[in-house]
């Protein structure tokens, strides 16, 4: 039996530990969005917007900052950006990663009860942004951002934020994203529908549809210098295999096309008639845009129009690694980041 003394000093650690650590830090968690109304008028039954916070909201709460996941990311994905050495440095920021819709944790064609399948409303990058903007609101009672930062579709719903509500947030940095998309974007990413739309038309399998849809993008996701140097001929046979090794459980081939189709939608312009100027005008957050000259998975010439219609700081970057080059460069690219949140 332990003594009062004991009881007392243990009780003591244990809510020092509770106050020092960040609530559900990582963790995967849900907001209820109930029926959420798309702007195309349809609407979401019992919509979810799944989760993940870093870091400790200071006592101004004035360190919050927005983080979207990408095409098929999720929020845990995230976590692995984020750190000292990293993106962004969750001992200095409060970080929310949001799950956006169609990824398999927030609401999606697959994990829908009430709409499952083709039953699932089409939604656009501006419905993803709007269930944040609630999500922050009314579930974390957050109503303003330090920074919003995301990369490639997180990097849209970044152009997105900073338009459509510019005086949410201090600062935005999209990477590799895009405040619209081109033509070279369209011709990939609706060839990419289309191997699913054709393929389940025909019955093709989901492993074979899947198989075609990592052929395209591994093939254009880096340049052809990269994939050359990086794989020998000899290896393309497994390389091959694995792509062909079946449709994921979470990010299906229905969430790919469900994500691919707001992608295709995306113009932070269009509320504008399409001039694009016109939209860099709203915005009133201090911007950092980064882009890869060498990427073909998000064209970057809008993104840098876009920069210089608001005058906004840009890092280029000019590597092999194409759209990721993010990652390939991460040392650089996080001192830049860093230095440009600190100023």
Same mark, same amino acid.
Not at 67 to 75: A, D, K, M
Not at 271 to 296: C, M, N, W, Y
């Given at each position: 039996?332990?003594?009062?003394?004991?009881?007392?000093?243990?009780?003591?650690?244990?809510?020092?530990?509770?106050?020092?650590?960040?609530?559900?830090?990582?963790?995967?968690?849900?907001?209820?969005?109930?029926?959420?109304? +798309?702007?195309?008028? $349809?609407?979401?039954?019992?919509?979810?917007? !799944?989760? *993940?916070?870093?870091?400790?909201?200071? @006592?101004? %709460?004035?360190?919050?900052?927005?983080?979207?996941?990408?095409?098929?990311?999720?929020?845990?994905?995230?976590?692995?950006?984020?750190?000292?050495?990293?993106?962004?440095?969750?001992?200095?920021?409060?970080?929310?990663?949001?799950?956006?819709?169609?990824?398999?944790?927030?609401?999606?064609?697959?994990?829908?009860?009430?709409?499952?399948?083709?039953?699932?409303?089409?939604?656009?990058?501006?419905?993803?942004?709007?269930?944040?903007?609630?999500?922050?609101?009314?579930?974390?009672?957050?109503?303003?951002?330090?920074?919003?930062?995301?990369?490639?579709?997180?990097?849209?719903?970044?152009?997105e934020w900073m338009v459509r509500?510019?005086?949410?947030?201090?600062?935005?940095?999209?990477?590799?994203?895009?405040?619209?998309?081109?033509?070279?974007?369209? +011709?990939?990413?609706? $060839?990419?529908?289309?191997?699913?739309?054709? !393929?389940? *038309?025909?019955?093709?399998?989901?492993? @074979?549809? %899947?198989?075609?849809?990592?052929?395209?993008?591994?093939?254009?996701?880096?340049?052809?210098?990269?994939?050359?140097?990086?794989?020998?001929?000899?290896?393309?046979?497994?390389?091959?295999?694995?792509?062909?090794?079946?449709?994921?459980?979470?990010?299906?081939?229905?969430?790919?096309?469900?994500?691919?189709?707001?992608?295709?939608?995306?113009?932070?312009?269009?509320?504008?008639?399409?001039?694009?100027?016109?939209?860099?005008?709203r915005v009133k957050a201090k911007?950092?845009?980064?882009?890869?000259?060498?990427?073909?998975?998000?064209?970057?010439?809008?993104?840098?129009?876009?920069?210089?219609?608001?005058?906004?700081?840009?890092?280029?970057?000019?590597?092999?690694?194409?759209?990721?080059?993010?990652?390939?460069?991460?040392?650089?690219?996080?001192?830049?980041?860093?230095?440009?949140?600190?100023?």
């Amino acid at each position: 039996m332990r003594t009062f003394r004991e009881k007392y000093v243990f009780f003591i650690v244990l809510l020092l530990i509770f106050l020092t650590t960040p609530s559900f830090a990582g963790n995967q968690q849900f907001a209820d969005l109930g029926d959420f109304r +798309l702007e195309n008028g $349809q609407v979401i039954k019992e919509c979810r917007l !799944g989760y *993940r916070t870093f870091g400790k909201l200071n @006592s101004s %709460r004035s360190n919050a900052v927005l983080f979207p996941t990408w095409f098929g990311g999720t929020s845990e994905e995230i976590g692995n950006l984020i750190g000292g050495d990293k993106l962004i440095d969750s001992t200095k920021y409060f970080i929310i990663a949001v799950d956006a819709f169609g990824n398999g944790i927030s609401s999606s064609p697959s994990n829908s009860k009430l709409q499952p399948g083709k039953q699932f409303p089409i939604f656009a990058i501006s419905d993803m942004v709007r269930a944040q903007y609630v999500l922050l609101n009314e579930h974390l009672k957050i109503n303003h951002l330090f920074t919003v930062i995301g990369g490639s579709m997180g990097g849209m719903q970044t152009f997105e934020w900073m338009v459509r509500y510019p005086d949410f947030a201090d600062k935005a940095v999209p990477y590799v994203g895009t405040p619209k998309f081109g033509s070279y974007d369209i +011709l990939l990413w609706r $060839q990419a529908l289309n191997i699913i739309e054709i !393929g389940e *038309r025909y019955g093709a399998p989901g492993d @074979s549809i %899947r198989g075609m849809l990592n052929a395209l993008i591994n093939m254009q996701i880096r340049t052809p210098e990269w994939i050359t140097e990086h794989y020998k001929p000899e290896q393309m046979p497994g390389i091959f295999e694995k792509f062909f090794s079946g449709e994921p459980e979470i990010f299906t081939n229905a969430n790919y096309a469900a994500q691919i189709r707001a992608m295709l939608r995306h113009d932070v312009s269009r509320p504008f008639g399409g001039d694009l100027k016109k939209a860099a005008e709203r915005v009133k957050a201090k911007i950092l845009i980064i882009v890869s000259k060498t990427d073909h998975i998000v064209n970057p010439s809008y993104a840098l129009k876009f920069a210089e219609f608001l005058g906004a700081e840009t890092m280029v970057l000019d590597d092999p690694c194409g759209h990721l080059a993010i990652g390939c460069e991460l040392q650089k690219v996080s001192k830049v980041i860093s230095e440009f949140l600190a100023e």
